[in-house]
């Protein structure tokens, strides 16, 4: 390892001057709103505009998306290793969000055209598009994702910035699902591909702003000295002696696999098993936002008063049997009302989790510091992104999957009583199994308030003693 020299005052003065201000936290944010806003239109959107739009067959869109994760393989820890060694005058990790701003937003509205091309030729524009859009989210999450312990040393205002941040993913995700739907229907007027393109135009452009956002209102206090330079030898080591980051690597998985195939599910449920308009797909929509909007604001003040890691289990567990009995409820037309109570219900507990969930990962990412000397936050959060991204293409190919089972096929005069089910599956049962795995999952996570309380200590004094 190499270093620079710290004053010891520099070090001091830390801890007391990290306390982030309004303007931050929300600038924070919107980092990850931006981003929300590339994920909710992959999630809620495209496998149904491939699938209803694009004309690809489900077996087509699920190998898209799994083969696509053999990229993630590479690219995924190669930004890790790239933001790791960023040294620019913005700093290591903020200026992302100003680098990859316009690329994305315009690789966005790429994946969602549809090209005046045939057979195979149509399926490699998939292909491409999807990959450059996934590699340019890589691109600025990850390093968005290591910010926040740039920004702060203290766990509170980490779990804070975690609220805010899915506060304004919420504000984000009500944008791209309300607004989308009614885009493609007044800009589209009948014609989906062309109502689809202008309609993602006008969200990417939402989107860039909200990354440039970020970049101008956040700035890294930790000082590159004293967060270290590694070699890529010291940073795989030490990833791989981090057996809490392990932890939350299968964690990531198993939490993204359920808001995938229930994104992923709803425009099938609405349009087929519910047999909503695009009014009640809007306000369907509008009741999964504000119902993680209000779990993200619930959660920050309930998490001062419980113990985050046995919070996030609790919840995992209500969330299991509140999936259990969704299956349970009657479904069509005449239920419309019933189920977009039982959406706000989930949706509020349901938006706990992302906010506990980045704070502990953020927990571990001290954790490996604190254990084995090495502070890799970009590698880190890279690992973490790419098992997001394998939670993509899992949920992805599970919803092809169970559509092959059921012999799905686009219309609503195709349904049957098996794709129907296999529908409704995606909003109750898988959830359920997903949320039972992933509470077992964190009976082995040790990041406790106590334990981080001490890693915090613990890490102070080491900063000190070798500054």
């Known amino acids: 390892m190499t270093s620079t020299s710290l004053n010891n005052s520099d070090v001091a003065s830390l801890a007391i001057n990290d306390k982030l201000s309004l303007r931050e936290k929300i600038g924070y944010g919107l980092g990850d709103a931006g981003g929300t806003v590339i994920t909710c239109l992959i999630m809620n959107f495209l496998t149904f505009f491939y699938t209803d739009v694009f004309g690809l067959t489900p077996g087509v869109v699920g190998t898209i998306f799994i083969a696509l994760r053999i990229f993630d393989a590479i690219s995924d820890p190669l930004m890790g290793i790239i933001a790791d060694r960023t040294q620019s005058r913005y ?11 316009v690329p994305i937003g315009v690789i966005g509205v790429l994946t969602f055209t549809v090209p005046d091309l045939g057979g195979e030729m149509k399926i490699l524009w998939a292909f491409g598009t999807y990959l450059l859009l996934s590699m340019g989210y890589t691109a600025i999450n990850v390093p968005y994702c290591a910010l926040i312990n740039t920004m702060t040393t203290r766990h509170d205002e980490v779990l804070s910035c975690q609220s805010w941040r899915f506060i304004l993913c919420g504000v984000a995700g009500f944008l791209v699902s309300v607004g989308l739907p009614w885009l493609v229907e007044i800009i589209g007027k009948g014609d989906a591909a062309k109502g689809y393109q202008l309609g993602v135009g006008v969200l990417c452009a939402v989107a860039v702003a909200m990354f440039l956002c970020c970049f101008f209102w956040v700035r890294e206090r930790v000082p590159l000295a004293l967060m270290g330079k590694f070699t890529l030898r010291e940073h795989l080591a030490g990833l791989r002696k981090n057996d809490q980051l392990l932890l939350c690597l299968v964690m990531s998985f198993l939490l993204i696999n359920v808001f995938n195939l229930r994104g992923g599910g709803y425009m099938y449920f609405i349009t087929y098993v519910l047999q909503g308009s695009a009014a009640f797909a809007s306000l369907f929509f509008t009741m999964v936002t504000f119902a993680s909007i209000l779990g993200a604001v619930i959660v920050n003040p309930l998490a001062r008063r419980v113990d985050t890691v046995k919070l996030y289990y609790y919840t995992n567990l209500v969330l299991a049997a509140l999936a259990v009995g969704m299956w349970m409820l009657p479904a069509g037309p005449a239920h419309q009302t019933l189920w977009l109570a039982a959406i706000l219900g989930n949706g ?11 704070s502990i990962m953020a927990f571990a990412d001290d954790y490996g510091e604190w254990k084995t000397g090495v502070r890799s936050s970009g590698m880190n959060f890279a690992f973490n992104l790419f098992f997001i991204k394998l939670a993509w293409a899992a949920s992805a190919g599970i919803i092809s999957l169970v559509f092959i089972l059921v012999a799905y096929q686009p219309g609503p005069e ?4 098996s794709s129907l089910a296999g529908i409704t599956a995606f909003e109750s049962l898988l959830p359920a199994a997903f949320h039972l795995l992933l509470a077992l999952a964190i009976r082995w996570c040790r990041l406790n308030n106590p334990m981080m309380a001490r890693i915090a200590s613990d890490l102070r004094q080491r900063h000190v003693q070798n500054a």
């Open 414 to 417: 195709n349904q049957t009583a």
């Open 348 to 358: 509020i507990i349901l938006g706990f989790t992302l906010p506990l969930h980045f």
């Open 91 to 101: 700093g290591r990790f903020r200026p992302w969000q100003l680098w990859v701003a």
